[in-house]
């Protein structure tokens, strides 16, 4: 069964993988050579349908977008975009439940699902003459679902979401982080404020009525794309689409705008908490306010992370794991969303070693890229690992899929992909400067410390005094 997700995709870019030791930058691939071609239509219910063709391999991958998230929840409702992203796998009467999955694996095909704080995905992938089942289940689903929810479908998913947070976050090593980050960052007032998961409070509280009120208001042709792509033909897709999803005229209360990004809220001081976990070594996750993904700001903080955590000659790996042996890993993200984002610093403390201390020499290292702009060098192995790794990614027609629905999803232009890589193009070493100056305000961010819970400490590995920078480093690699 497939429909146990991954809340968090990974829609934004964090710092890619290095090159080898002494090895130079992967060789950069021009933003002219990237071309993801398209069609695009609209069926009359309200339905986008964009076509990518590749006849390259018989295979074809099916990519659905609601914008609908948790950001979308009632207080007292959170949880509702999760909880029904399982709903849709519970069947209906002409496709049973399990059918969905079983017929389209009985013929080497396969189906998923995430949602996020902004979106909801369902995604397909098979032989491409599995097309027209891909298509005539998700509208089957689309059509009857809603109503056809009842207290026991309800009370099933209700309690596998529940285990989900339960052991995927709640007892899953430094996830309560998951849980805890939003509601320190954003006020209750907030989209953003609640977990994507949701509370177990709300989850329990929700009514057959309160999912049916859901589903009726988000999942309507008019707020969602379909992407094929693979070995397909436009007109064929076109035909199919309006065959099966054509035929769903449920119609939304009022078909929204783009969401636009909203102001970061001022937080104006340090907010800190300790959270202890049945961890072995303490992690340090310092948060601050970042601009939303692809607005001014967005693409130097991907580079800035970059710079700072992505390989041996970075700044925090240098200093804090090869250096001063003081961590274990270090890792730093620009994690883009629609309406705001997160830059995010991590840093795993070695067993015996001062979180105080890391928080001071990291404190360090931030202040000299708000005072400094990167080297060229810095800058261009940024630029370069960005670029490859994402065309690196586009070999995937699932990937392509996902790219092509969230350019819809987020800029009402499945046809961005230029414009993306530009944006990293166009970023200079003095705009990186600029937008480090901004978000890392020492004065107002989050520090979250998650430390061993009694008895869970790990004794220092080495009582040797760590190796010099001549030396081979103590400590591992990035995280």
Same mark, same amino acid.
């Given at each position: 069964m497939m429909a146990a997700s991954a809340l968090w995709p990974a829609l934004v870019f964090s710092a890619p993988e290095p090159p080898p030791d002494g090895?130079?930058?992967?060789?950069?691939?021009?933003?002219?050579?990237?071309?993801?071609?398209?069609?695009?239509?609209?069926?009359?219910?309200?339905?986008?349908?964009?076509?990518?063709?590749?006849?390259?391999?018989?295979?074809?991958?099916?990519?659905?977008?609601?914008?609908?998230?948790?950001?979308?929840?009632?207080?007292?409702?959170?949880?509702?975009?999760? &909880?029904?992203?399982? &709903?849709?796998?519970?069947?209906?009467?002409r496709a049973p439940a399990k059918a969905f999955d079983e017929w389209m694996e009985s013929s080497g095909g396969s189906s998923n699902a995430w949602t996020s704080s902004d979106f909801t995905d369902y995604h397909e992938h098979g032989p491409s003459t599995l097309l027209p089942l891909f298509l005539w289940l998700e509208a089957d689903r689309l059509e009857t679902l809603g109503r056809q929810i009842d207290q026991p479908k309800l009370d099933l998913q209700r309690e596998v979401v529940r285990n989900e947070r339960r052991q995927s976050v709640e007892n899953r090593p430094y996830g309560k982080v998951e849980l805890r980050l939003p509601e320190l960052l954003y006020p209750e007032s907030h989209p953003y404020h609640h977990p994507v998961i949701g509370s177990h409070a709300d989850l329990e509280a929700a009514g057959v009525e309160d999912v049916r009120k859901f589903f009726d208001q988000h999942y309507v042709p008019a707020q969602a794309s379909l992407v094929v792509a693979g070995d397909v033909r436009a007109s064929d897709v076109n035909a199919l689409a309006e065959k099966y999803l054509g035929i769903v005229h449920r119609e939304a209360p009022a078909t929204p705008a783009l969401a636009a990004p909203l102001p970061p809220p001022p937080l104006?001081?340090?907010?800190?908490?300790?959270?202890?976990?049945?961890?072995?070594?303490?992690?340090?996750?310092?948060?601050?306010?970042?601009?939303?993904?692809?607005?001014?700001?967005?693409?130097? &903080?991907?580079?800035?992370?970059?710079? &700072?955590?992505?390989?041996?000659?970075?700044?925090?790996?240098?200093?804090?794991?090869?250096?001063?042996?003081?961590?274990?890993?270090?890792?730093?993200?620009?994690?883009?969303?629609?309406?705001?984002?997160?830059?995010?610093?991590?840093?795993?403390?070695?067993?015996?070693?001062?979180a105080d201390a890391v928080e001071k020499v990291t404190d360090a290292v931030l202040a000299q890229v708000t005072a400094k702009p990167p080297t060229e060098e810095e800058l261009a192995r940024a630029k370069n690992q960005i670029r490859f790794?994402?065309?690196?990614?586009?070999?995937?027609?699932?990937?392509?899929?996902?790219?092509?629905?969230?350019?819809?999803?987020?800029?009402?232009?499945?046809?961005?992909?230029?414009?993306?890589?530009?944006?990293?193009?166009?970023?200079?070493?003095?705009?990186?400067?600029?937008?480090?100056?901004?978000?890392l305000t020492p004065g107002s961010r989050v520090v979250l410390t998650v430390v061993p819970a009694s008895g869970n400490a790990k004794a220092d590995p080495s009582k040797k005094a760590p190796q010099s920078a001549a030396g081979t480093p103590a400590g591992g690699g990035t995280q």
């Amino acid at each position: 069964m497939m429909a146990a997700s991954a809340l968090w995709p990974a829609l934004v870019f964090s710092a890619p993988e290095p090159p080898p030791d002494g090895a130079k930058p992967a060789k950069a691939p021009s933003t002219s050579s990237v071309d993801l071609p398209f069609s695009q239509t609209k069926l009359a219910n309200g339905l986008t349908v964009i076509v990518h063709e590749d006849h390259a391999l018989p295979q074809v991958a099916t990519n659905i977008v609601f914008r609908v998230g948790s950001k979308d929840e009632q207080a007292g409702r959170t949880g509702f975009a999760h &909880l029904f992203e399982h &709903l849709m796998f519970m069947g209906t009467k002409r496709a049973p439940a399990k059918a969905f999955d079983e017929w389209m694996e009985s013929s080497g095909g396969s189906s998923n699902a995430w949602t996020s704080s902004d979106f909801t995905d369902y995604h397909e992938h098979g032989p491409s003459t599995l097309l027209p089942l891909f298509l005539w289940l998700e509208a089957d689903r689309l059509e009857t679902l809603g109503r056809q929810i009842d207290q026991p479908k309800l009370d099933l998913q209700r309690e596998v979401v529940r285990n989900e947070r339960r052991q995927s976050v709640e007892n899953r090593p430094y996830g309560k982080v998951e849980l805890r980050l939003p509601e320190l960052l954003y006020p209750e007032s907030h989209p953003y404020h609640h977990p994507v998961i949701g509370s177990h409070a709300d989850l329990e509280a929700a009514g057959v009525e309160d999912v049916r009120k859901f589903f009726d208001q988000h999942y309507v042709p008019a707020q969602a794309s379909l992407v094929v792509a693979g070995d397909v033909r436009a007109s064929d897709v076109n035909a199919l689409a309006e065959k099966y999803l054509g035929i769903v005229h449920r119609e939304a209360p009022a078909t929204p705008a783009l969401a636009a990004p909203l102001p970061p809220p001022p937080l104006g001081k340090v907010v800190r908490e300790t959270i202890p976990d049945k961890v072995e070594m303490t992690k340090i996750i310092m948060a601050y306010h970042s601009p939303a993904h692809f607005q001014p700001g967005d693409a130097e &903080l991907d580079i800035l992370a970059s710079v &700072l955590s992505s390989g041996k000659t970075s700044r925090l790996y240098k200093t804090l794991v090869y250096e001063k042996a003081m961590a274990q890993s270090v890792d730093a993200t620009q994690d883009s969303s629609l309406l705001s984002s997160i830059f995010t610093v991590e840093i795993m403390v070695r067993p015996g070693v001062s979180a105080d201390a890391v928080e001071k020499v990291t404190d360090a290292v931030l202040a000299q890229v708000t005072a400094k702009p990167p080297t060229e060098e810095e800058l261009a192995r940024a630029k370069n690992q960005i670029r490859f790794d994402f065309v690196d990614r586009l070999q995937s027609i699932e990937a392509r899929a996902r790219l092509l629905n969230m350019y819809w999803g987020e800029k009402g232009d499945p046809g961005y992909v230029q414009e993306d890589l530009a944006r990293y193009e166009r970023a200079s070493a003095d705009d990186v400067l600029a937008q480090a100056k901004k978000t890392l305000t020492p004065g107002s961010r989050v520090v979250l410390t998650v430390v061993p819970a009694s008895g869970n400490a790990k004794a220092d590995p080495s009582k040797k005094a760590p190796q010099s920078a001549a030396g081979t480093p103590a400590g591992g690699g990035t995280q």
